[in-house]
Protein backbone atom coordinates (compact mmCIF):
# COMPACT_ATOMS: atom_id res chain seq x y z
CA UNK A 1 0.00 0.00 0.00
CA UNK A 2 1.07 3.25 -0.95
CA UNK A 3 0.30 6.52 1.01
CA UNK A 4 1.43 9.83 0.99
CA UNK A 5 1.31 11.72 4.60
CA UNK A 6 2.06 15.28 4.65
CA UNK A 7 3.00 15.33 1.27
CA UNK A 8 5.43 12.04 1.22
CA UNK A 9 4.72 9.04 -0.41
CA UNK A 10 5.19 6.62 2.13
CA UNK A 11 5.20 2.23 0.98
CA UNK A 12 4.16 0.10 3.69
CA UNK A 13 3.66 -3.98 3.49
CA UNK A 14 0.11 -3.52 4.85
CA UNK A 15 -3.08 -4.05 2.50
CA UNK A 16 -5.17 -2.36 5.29
CA UNK A 17 -4.96 -0.15 7.35
CA UNK A 18 -7.46 2.16 9.70
CA UNK A 19 -6.81 5.51 10.93
CA UNK A 20 -5.85 4.21 14.77
CA UNK A 21 -3.59 1.33 13.09
CA UNK A 22 -1.78 3.48 10.82
CA UNK A 23 -1.06 5.70 13.73
CA UNK A 24 0.32 2.65 15.65
CA UNK A 25 2.62 1.90 13.00
CA UNK A 26 3.80 5.51 12.64
CA UNK A 27 4.66 5.63 15.83
CA UNK A 28 1.94 8.11 17.04
CA UNK A 29 -0.77 5.97 18.49
CA UNK A 30 -1.92 7.29 21.85
CA UNK A 31 -0.08 10.94 21.44
CA UNK A 32 -2.04 13.97 20.82
CA UNK A 33 -2.43 14.47 16.86
CA UNK A 34 -4.75 15.90 13.89
CA UNK A 35 -5.67 13.81 11.04
CA UNK A 36 -6.83 15.02 7.90
CA UNK A 37 -8.01 11.98 5.11
CA UNK A 38 -8.32 12.99 1.55
CA UNK A 39 -8.81 16.78 2.82
CA UNK A 40 -11.69 15.58 5.38
CA UNK A 41 -10.74 16.29 9.12
CA UNK A 42 -11.06 12.93 11.10
CA UNK A 43 -12.24 12.47 14.66
CA UNK A 44 -10.56 10.94 16.72
CA UNK A 45 -13.47 8.49 18.07
CA UNK A 46 -13.58 7.73 14.37
CA UNK A 47 -9.86 6.59 14.18
CA UNK A 48 -10.17 3.15 15.28
CA UNK A 49 -13.14 2.79 12.20
CA UNK A 50 -12.23 5.37 9.60
CA UNK A 51 -10.33 2.64 6.68
CA UNK A 52 -7.56 4.23 4.49
CA UNK A 53 -7.12 3.04 1.25
CA UNK A 54 -4.40 2.81 -1.39
CA UNK A 55 -3.44 6.27 -2.99
CA UNK A 56 -4.40 8.08 0.04
CA UNK A 57 -3.56 11.33 1.24
CA UNK A 58 -3.20 12.26 5.20
CA UNK A 59 -1.60 14.99 6.42
CA UNK A 60 -1.00 14.19 10.14
CA UNK A 61 0.29 16.92 12.81
CA UNK A 62 1.48 16.29 16.45
CA UNK A 63 0.17 18.46 18.68
CA UNK A 64 3.19 20.44 21.33
CA UNK A 65 2.59 22.32 24.51
CA UNK A 66 4.99 24.42 25.59
CA UNK A 67 5.65 27.72 27.41
Known amino acids: MTLQI ?3 P ?3 DSDAFTV ?3 L ?3 GLAGKPVVVELD ?3 VLPAAYP ?3 VS ?3 KLEIVT ?3 GG
Open 6 to 8: NGN
Open 10 to 12: RTF
Open 20 to 22: ASL
Open 24 to 26: DTL
Open 39 to 41: LEP
Open 49 to 51: VTE
Open 54 to 56: DGA
Open 63 to 65: IAA
